[in-house]
């Protein structure tokens, strides 16, 4: 079974400060990695992945995130927010090979403010 | 727009009825997936098809089915509603090739149980 565990529940930061939002994993065999947001009323956007290969991955809307095999992390970075970037953002995983569900973290509130 | 259409957007009735969710893929997709996500228990799999085939079974109670039609539109049934059952369900679709592993999610159903 795996399972994806995200520390912070709501992370508040000023606008243009730098933000990281935390994501650990546990599964007893290779997976790839997801970070999605969610904004108000609407669905989940991808905003990166980690498939294979390097370890840093570079998203959508600036934000970064890098995998760390050996901690079993895979923490979402922005070197400076916008207000726009106020959502919820939720870490899965999924097994490798073929396409298969995902499982989801319960997600950190990002909020932004001036 | 991810290019995942759901219907209905909104979807309020009573305990004890049964309610149909649609769910039409991107173009081409063939595998499509139903999440539930309710402030209680998160983001959760519920159900995967693969070309009108059932693929995986996540925490779907015995009250729910889905099933995917030829076209590959997909429709999750839930029956005898409970009031624990109002949440908000999501499809998502998944292709082949490069992006087999990336689920593209539609802008969900919010169910209301009174």
């Known amino acids: 079974a795996q399972s994806v565990t995200q520390l912070d529940s709501q992370v508040p930061v000023f606008e243009e400060a730098p933000v990281e939002l935390r994501c650990n994993y546990s599964?007893?065999?290779?997976?790839?990695l997801f970070w999605y947001v969610q904004y108000p009323n609407q669905g989940l956007q991808l905003l990166l992945k980690?498939?294979?290969?390097?370890?840093l991955v570079k998203g959508i809307n600036g934000f970064e995130a890098e995998f760390n095999k050996s901690q079993t992390s895979f923490h979402l970075r922005k070197p400076s927010v916008h207000i726009s970037d106020t959502a919820e953002y939720f870490c899965?995983?999924?097994?490798?090979?073929?396409?298969?569900?995902?499982?989801f973290g319960t997600g950190t509130r990002l909020q932004v403010t001036l | 727009d991810s290019g995942v259409t759901q219907t209905p957007k909104h979807l309020i009735t009573a305990t004890g009825q049964r309610v149909t969710l649609r769910c039409s893929p991107r173009?081409?997709?063939?595998?499509v997936y139903w999440y539930q996500q309710s402030l209680d228990q998160g983001l959760q799999f519920l159900i995967q098809?693969?070309?009108?085939?059932?693929?995986a079974k996540g925490n779907i109670l015995e009250r729910f089915s889905a099933q995917q039609f030829p076209d590959l539109h997909s429709e999750l049934n839930l029956s005898s509603l409970e009031l624990g059952d109002s949440a908000l369900y999501f499809c998502?679709?998944?292709?082949?090739?490069?992006?087999?592993?990336?689920?593209?999610f539609g802008p969900g159903t919010r169910l209301t149980v009174l």
């Open positions: 998502a679709s998944s292709g082949t090739g490069d992006t087999y592993n990336e689920q593209f």
């Open positions: 599964s007893s065999v290779s997976v790839y």
């Open positions: 980690y498939l294979s290969g390097s370890t």
């Open positions: 899965a995983v999924s097994n490798t090979g073929t396409a298969s569900k995902l499982t």
């Open positions: 173009s081409g997709d063939l595998s």
């Open positions: 098809y693969y070309n009108g085939e059932e693929r």
